[in-house]
């Protein structure tokens, strides 16, 4: 069988996801290997397709194999993507390898799942490990256990059935020349629009209906625009100060002028089930800032272009962004419904929002995606210095292990509960005393 490895870590050999994939190769000779280094080589890719497309023609398995970088794969795979729907691939199985410590891998994997349904590929279900489980007898027997079940499906015929999204309704066209909100307003607000995807000038009408109803400064970046040297590398040459290794000045350009305003717009028109290739350019370099939350208490919209009914991942992706951010959600305004009225509701929200200093509690998406970070930067204070430092300051280090009083409370509590004859003498006053402390705040 021709396997073709599509390896998407700016890493290349070096790749700790790559690793995985070759101890499978040792295990399963019999196959027929041939890696290509998308991360690492993309530019060239781009210039010279005919190898890759020649090798993807001749293949019986397209492995995507990557790391996972801030929601979704990296910047240089979501390009190859692009590259990929050029060719006819229809019929051929897929699957995907990916390393991360969990930090939003399912938002990376259906991305990937649903652009192979995009192309008519069979997707079998991907393998999502933990950046050091090959080091461990569990986590590499899980990687032969996955490959066998590959095997297993492709021998039967089996895959997952692609999803088709719901019908797109057209476009509703956003109009400008509207007042200004006579409302309490933020100092700036910075619209970050990729108008490189934008069909008809559509998703600039929006940004442009938005800028002319804020009653402030507002500043609209195309993203599409900058002269990025490159996507991330992964090198983590900015760990310890935050000065990334690319000399283009995007670090400096992020800090001063868009996480300075006192709210954030993304614009965007919807390629390939994500926000296309250069916004996610744009956000894995935002790297240079590491795992800080530098915007937190900011809120955050979105105005889209396209049928965003269809994109549940992405909806689910841009919610669990201000969610871990520590970004009040002010709004998605879609042109595929009256736009107009969203983009009107989304500039009277963000007022709102920042006259207030309106900050919800984080949902499941925040704080679990918090208590990710929160443990990997303890373990890894030693290289992530920045990190490490902005966490203590911000009191981010909640270990439940700290909390000796409420461990101590609990295991008296079980101890009468484990007692039947004492549980049953207690009767509700179990109940009673649970909610002694939220009455206490009633009566205070």
């Known amino acids: ?30 196959h027929r290997y041939e890696i290509i280094h998308v991360g690492q080589q993309i530019r060239k890719l781009e210039q010279d397709p005919s190898g890759w497309q020649d090798a993807l023609r001749r293949a019986d398995l397209i492995l995507f194999c990557y790391p996972v970088y801030t929601f979704l794969a990296p910047a240089q795979l979501h390009r190859f993507v692009e590259l990929m729907k050029g060719l006819d691939l229809s019929g051929k199985y897929a699957t995907q390898i990916t390393t991360s410590k969990h930090f939003y891998d399912v938002t990376a994997h ?27 007898p569990q986590g590499r027997d899980e990687a032969l256990a996955f490959f066998r079940f590959v095997l297993w499906n492709m021998e039967r015929g089996y895959h997952e059935t692609a999803v088709r999204p719901p019908q797109a309704a057209p476009a509703v066209p956003a109009h400008a020349g509207v007042e200004a909100l006579n409302v309490a307003a933020p100092k700036r607000v910075v619209i970050v629009a990729d108008y490189s995807n934008s069909a008809g000038g559509a998703l600039q009408a929006m940004c442009k209906r938005l800028k002319q109803r804020l009653p402030c400064e507002t500043q609209i970046v195309d993203i599409g625009q900058f002269p990025f040297a490159g996507g991330c590398l992964g090198c983590f040459h900015c760990a310890a100060d935050g000065q990334c290794i690319y000399k283009d000045g995007f670090a400096d350009y992020l800090r001063e002028h868009i996480q300075s305003a006192d709210a954030l717009v993304y614009a965007y028109t919807i390629r390939d089930h994500g926000m296309g290739y250069r916004f996610k350019l744009f956000d894995d370099r935002q790297f240079c800032n590491g795992h800080r939350t530098v915007t937190m208490g900011k809120p955050v919209a979105y105005l889209v272009d396209g049928n965003l009914d269809a994109e549940p991942n992405l909806q689910m992706l841009m919610e669990a962004r201000a969610e871990v951010g520590g970004n009040a959600l002010a709004g998605i305004a879609c042109n595929r419904r009256d736009t107009d009225a969203a983009i009107d509701r989304l500039a009277e929200t963000l007022c709102h929002i920042v006259a207030e200093r309106y900050l919800p509690p984080k949902n499941f998406y925040g704080v679990g995606g918090m208590k990710i970070f929160r443990d990997l930067i303890w373990q890894m204070q030693g290289l992530m210095r920045a990190d490490h430092r902005f966490y203590k300051r911000h009191g981010f280090y909640d270990f439940p292990q700290k909390k000796r009083g409420t461990m101590l409370a609990m295991y008296l509590v079980g101890g009468m509960m484990n007692n039947p004859k004492l549980r049953k003498k207690l009767g509700g006053k179990i109940d009673e005393g649970m909610i002694m402390p939220y009455k206490k705040v009633l009566e205070d």
Do not use: W
Request: aromatic letters at 8%.
């Open 1 to 30: 069988m021709n396997i073709v490895v599509l390896n998407g870590s700016p890493a290349g050999k070096n790749s700790i996801t790559l690793y995985t994939l070759l101890y499978i190769q040792k295990h399963f000779p019999e």
């Open 110 to 136: 259906r991305f990937i799942q649903d652009n192979c349904a995009d192309m008519g590929l069979k997707y079998v279900r991907g393998l999502s490990a933990d950046m050091d489980d090959l080091r461990h």
